[in-house]
């Protein structure tokens, strides 16, 4: 692809791009989020049209219109989000628009070869499940995994993967990788988009960086380190963005928000206890599935418990409903941005203003001055990057939603604040930005939880780690004893041998 | 705001159209009745509208009223209770039917189609049942004046129902766009858990969505029972539910949910009336009135589909 193009109404998203992969070449595109990486590659991938440039498949100039065309070419494109049919077993979604069909005109589905064929591609991807499997048994990463099977089937060429591992666990995560270079192995041309750099510094031979829909620079393999990516990414210096690993402790008040002997839906028999001194960041670690999402649902009341006693400032209490948590003070940043976290569809402004719409309103009625004036100051004081208050969140760049959800609870005060996998899918900007935020609060005596399952976030972020397994906590690790094995160790279900563990 | 205009102009245009052939249309008897039918459409419409803007419907609108209307004329002349107690009787068991949709649509996690489905055949039932399939009038029975006015009767010209549209549209105007509760309803008829997350009590807001819907019918009932002045248990308010479905598809609610406004909807029963109105005054045979009205509303919501699919496509160009 050479000079590539596209813009938007008032937003040049790319300008004069280009970018090159070989056969047997993994090519890591990188850049924060609104640099033009999706943009390039839905121009690739046919589903979008670029304005000028070309693109040429060996040697041979090509034009994409559409998606049907790049798969024509054998370019199969990989999205960040799932697009697999759940309703459908794992060969349905291998074969889609491709069924291996019998009996002439009558097109019926020859069911034997779909399965065997299928089953032939899930075992050279070492993947363990029957093809007659219902999608919705699966896990994400399977899921993920039979997204792969599909593109292999269709015998891709030239492979896009829009943050692959974004839902995976280490393991699975490893697993993938090792795909990928059998894939390249067999000469498949990859474009892997990532955020986790350490997965980039792993895998890629070549990483191409993306600035502001431009070209910011090259690296060949031996060049490729962490620190050089971020430069080049963000175009400053990694100290303004790393986690600065030591930091006075101000956790006070040790039990100030304590659970005890809490169960959840998913693990009825399990049950979870830990404390969160005032001003103490506790870090949830754990592979995903260990009942750490479920624990911070429970908490704030949008699965109430099963069972289980929840204390602040040593008073019970009851949470049947968000609104129980809301009241006090107790609120989720949720996993899922788009379907829980904001109404993509309504405004900035109704976005930051729906928990607290109480506080802007007299007699049952909104004064829209007093709801703009708290967006303003909401979108100020995060840093939010909108054109208006008026303009759909939807239309916000994945970190700017991120602050646009932290933004509406720090407009009411917390108390005790959970993160669930606060910085998944942003870009390292907002990043930084998010855990800046994360640490003020902290200082300021908020309780705070944060679920990741990234290494260097958890590792980087908390006071102290609380590792769940299945629905227990394995293990609580301090601070001086942190390190990605004693968390990998606990996660995987090895208990620890200290005195700290609170589970049971 | 550009769909309500896009409708109104539909509208407009539809009214010139058949002033132009038949001026009759404009005829002030023509206009007054006109109006009166809007006005009784349009009050449950803007109810219906609110269950759409849930995510929801709401079938049992035309069977709900046959309900009431054989109802109230028992309670006048058969119960010879008073006026107050049946009119308060009515709009309170459309209210508390609407509760119960509601609440088998948010606790029980019933599809709104079916619940409501139910109601639409359990209530018409219920109607031919209790009066053995006769149809009610309401006689002689004395006291009813102000009924009869609210149905039949004009306020300086202007037909009452069509005034009582007008005082129902503003306060839900109110309501819808500038009230706290407006606001949750559209956030939850966008994304209910995001709303929940939000601390939406999101089962209240669309329960109450469904009582409201509930006393309008029940207001619109008594309006329908008046101005035919007498139930058929088996033929009142029939399809009723759908002219307020269409009422609110036109004036810009979508069936998905979160979308509509107060003067869509209005506008929306307005054209629906227009065009009942003009297959009368430009002769053409009544029996194609549905198909009349089907057609009308295909194409504008089809030309609406293709001018917006094509605003779009210009704003990424």
């Keep these: 692809m050479s000079g590539i193009s596209k813009r938007f109404p008032g937003v040049v998203a790319l300008e004069n791009v280009s970018l090159s992969v070989h056969p047997g070449e ?30 040429q498949l060996n040697g041979e100039q090509i034009e994409l219109n559409s998606p049907a065309e790049a798969g024509s070419r054998h370019i199969e494109f990989i999205h960040q989000e799932l697009s697999v049919l759940d309703n459908l077993d794992v060969a349905a979604n291998i074969f889609l628009h491709r069924e291996p069909t019998r009996a002439g005109w ?41 997204e792969i099977a599909r593109a292999i089937s269709a015998g891709a060429r030239v492979l896009i993967m829009d943050e692959p591992t974004s839902s995976l666990t280490l393991t699975e995560t490893r697993r993938l990788m090792e795909i990928v270079r059998d894939l390249k192995a067999d000469g498949v041309s990859i474009i892997y988009i990532s955020h986790r750099l350490h997965e980039v510094e792993e895998i890629a031979d070549r990483v191409v960086v993306l600035r502001d829909g431009r070209n910011a620079g090259e690296l060949s393999r031996d060049d490729i380190s962490h620190d050089r990516m971020v430069r080049a990414m963000v175009g400053r210096d990694l100290a303004d963005f790393f986690l600065t690993k030591d930091r006075p402790a101000v956790t006070t008040e040790h039990d ?36 750490r999402s479920e624990v911070a649902r429970a908490i704030s009341g949008v699965d109430p418990p099963l069972k289980g006693e929840v204390t602040l400032a040593g008073e019970m209490l009851w949470i049947e409903s968000p ?24 405004t900035v402004r109704e976005n930051i203003s729906l928990p607290a719409l109480q506080r802007y309103s007299r007699a049952g009625l909104v004064n829209l001055g007093k709801e703009t004036v708290a967006a303003a ?31 509406r609870w720090l407009a009411l005060s917390p108390q005790v604040l959970i993160f669930d996998e606060p910085t998944r899918g942003i870009d390292v900007g907002s990043k930084s930005e998010i855990y800046a935020e994360i640490r003020r609060l902290a200082a300021e ?5 944060v679920i990741s399952s990234e290494m260097e976030e958890v590792l980087g972020i908390s006071d102290r780690i609380a590792v769940m397994h299945e629905g227990k906590i394995t293990g609580l690790l301090e601070r001086e004893d942190f390190s990605e094995e004693a968390v990998m160790r606990l996660a995987t279900g090895a208990r620890s041998e200290t005195p700290t563990v609170a589970g049971n | 705001m550009k769909k309500e205009l896009g409708i109104f102009i539909l509208l407009i245009v539809l009214c010139a159209i058949v002033a132009a052939i038949n001026p009759n249309f404009l005829l002030a008897i023509n206009l007054q009745n006109l109006a009166r039918q809007i006005g009784a459409f349009g009050i449950f419409s803007i109810g219906l509208g609110l269950v759409i803007i ?57 599809q709104p189609f079916i619940v409501t489905l139910c109601g639409l055949l359990f209530y018409r039932g219920l109607a031919r049942f209790i009066t053995k399939d006769e149809t009610k009038g309401f006689g002689t029975v004395g006291g009813l004046d102000f009924l009869r006015f609210l149905a039949n009767g004009n306020l300086f010209g202007i037909p009452m129902p069509f005034v009582l549209l007008i005082l129902i549209a503003v306060v839900t105007w109110i309501v819808l766009h500038r009230s706290v509760y407006g606001r949750y309803l559209f956030a939850t008829g ?70 509509g406004s107060v003067i869509g909807i209005i506008i929306g029963a307005a054209l629906l009336q227009v065009l009942r109105n003009l297959v009368n005054l430009l002769g053409i045979p009544s029996s194609l009135d549905f198909a009349v009205m089907g057609a009308v509303i295909l194409l504008g919501v089809m030309a609406d589909q293709i001018i917006s699919a094509r605003r779009n496509r210009r704003q990424l160009v």
């Design chain 1, 377 to 407: 100051h909401a979108c100020k004081s995060m840093n939010i990057k909108t054109a208006s208050y008026e303009t759909k969140a939807a239309k916000l760049s994945g970190g700017n939603q991120q602050k646009l959800v932290l933004a």
């Design chain 1, 106 to 146: 009558l097109k019926l589905i020859d069911r034997k070869i779909l399965y065997t064929q299928a089953d032939e591609i899930l075992q050279r991807l070492g993947l363990e499940i029957s093809s007659r499997t219902p999608l919705s048994n699966l896990s994400l990463a399977q899921q993920q995994l039979v």
């Design chain 2, 190 to 259: 966008k994304n209910s858990e995001a709303a929940r997350y939000a601390g939406v009590n999101t089962r209240r807001i669309v329960t109450v969505a469904y009582v409201i819907s509930g006393a309008l019918t029940g207001v619109s009932g008594i309006v329908f029972a008046f101005y035919t002045n007498s139930v058929s248990p088996a033929n009142h308010g029939n399809a009723y539910e759908l002219y307020g479905i269409a009422a609110a598809v036109l004036g810009g609610c979508s069936l998905r949910g979160g979308e």
């Design chain 2, 54 to 110: 849930t995510g929801g419907i709401e079938l049992s609108v035309g069977s709900m009223m046959a309900l009431l209307g054989v109802l109230m004329s028992m309670m006048l002349t058969e119960w010879k209770l008073g006026v107050i107690v049946a009119v308060v009787v009515c709009i309170g068991l459309a209210m508390s039917l609407g509760m119960i949709h509601g609440l088998l649509v948010t606790r029980v996690k019933m």
């Design chain 1, 445 to 449: 005596g908020v309780s705070v939880i």
């Design chain 1, 323 to 346: 609104q129980d948590a809301i009241e006090r003070s107790i609120y989720l940043v949720p996993e899922d941005r788009r379907s829980a976290g904001l109404i993509v569809d309504a």
């Design chain 1, 256 to 291: 100030w928000f304590a659970v005890h002997g809490l169960s959840t839906l998913r693990y009825p028999n399990t049950t979870v206890s830990f404390a969160v001194g005032r001003g103490e960041i506790l870090g949830l670690a754990g592979l995903v599935g260990a009942g």
């Design chain 1, 26 to 55: 993994i090519v890591a595109l990188i850049g924060e989020n609104g640099a033009g990486k999706s943009t390039l590659m839905k121009i690739l991938g046919g589903v979008i049209e670029k304005d000028s440039g070309t693109i």
